[in-house]
C-alpha cells in the first residue's frame, strides 16, 4: 500500500492534488483513499493532504504517520529531522524548489526528485497554482500512476484553464531531475 503526505501552502492546489492523484489511479483501477488536514483557510497557510493507495480495497480508516512518499509543494515547509524520523529510507520525495540537488545533504538515503512547478506554472499563466506540474513530476518520479491517467482527472476535476494544466503536467514529467537514488 502507498501512503503519500502532500505538504504545502494554501493557494497552490495540494487539496485538489491529491484528490486528481487519487483520482488518476482510480482510473488506472487501483482503490484510493484521500484527507485533508488545514488550519485557517487562507491563502499561504500550511495545508497537509494524504493519500492511500493499494490494489485491494483499504479498509484503514486512520491517519498517516510513517508515509513512504512525500510530496512537499513549498521547499520552506521540508523539515528533515521530520523526514528523517517518520519516513523509511528509500521513500520518494518530491519537492517543486528553485534550487539544487546541494541544498539537500540531509536527505541520503532517499530518492529525492526535483522539480520547479513556480516556474512552470509562471510561463502557463497559472499564478501560484502549481500542483498539475508537481503531479507531472509525480508520475514519472514515482512511475505510475500513467500520464495519461493524471490528464484525464485533469479533464474531470480542473475548472479553468484545462489545456494550460495539461502542459504543466507534462512540463512537470519532462523536467523532473532525480538526485539521490542511494538506499
Request: charged share 25%; net charge positive; aromatic share 8%.
Amino acid at each position: 500500500m502507498r501512503e503519500i503526505k502532500f505538504q504545502g501552502r494554501g493557494g497552490q492546489g495540494v487539496v485538489m492534488a491529491s484528490q486528481m492523484l487519487g483520482l488518476a489511479f482510480f482510473k488506472a483501477e487501483m482503490y484510493p483513499q484521500c484527507y485533508s488536514l488545514f488550519g485557517g483557510e487562507r491563502r499561504g497557510a500550511p495545508v497537509v493532504s494524504f493519500l492511500r493507495v493499494d490494489k485491494e480495497k483499504i479498509f484503514l480508516k486512520c491517519e498517516i504517520k510513517r508515509p513512504n512518499e512525500l510530496i512537499c509543494f513549498d521547499q520552506s515547509l521540508m523539515n528533515s529531522s521530520e523526514v528523517q524520523n517518520t519516513m523509511h529510507r528509500g521513500s520518494r520525495i518530491l519537492v517543486s524548489t528553485v534550487q539544487s540537488e546541494e541544498v539537500f545533504p540531509s536527505l541520503q538515503g532517499f530518492t529525492v526528485g526535483l522539480i520547479n512547478a513556480s516556474s512552470i506554472a509562471g510561463k502557463l499563466d497559472l499564478g501560484r497554482v502549481i500542483n498539475t506540474a508537481v503531479l507531472g513530476a509525480y508520475c514519472k518520479l514515482a512511475g505510475s500512476p500513467l500520464l495519461e491517467h493524471v490528464l484525464e482527472a485533469v479533464d474531470e476535476m480542473v475548472p479553468a484553464k484545462k489545456e494550460a494544466n495539461r502542459e504543466a503536467v507534462k512540463e512537470g514529467y519532462a523536467n523532473l531531475k532525480i538526485v539521490h537514488v542511494e538506499r
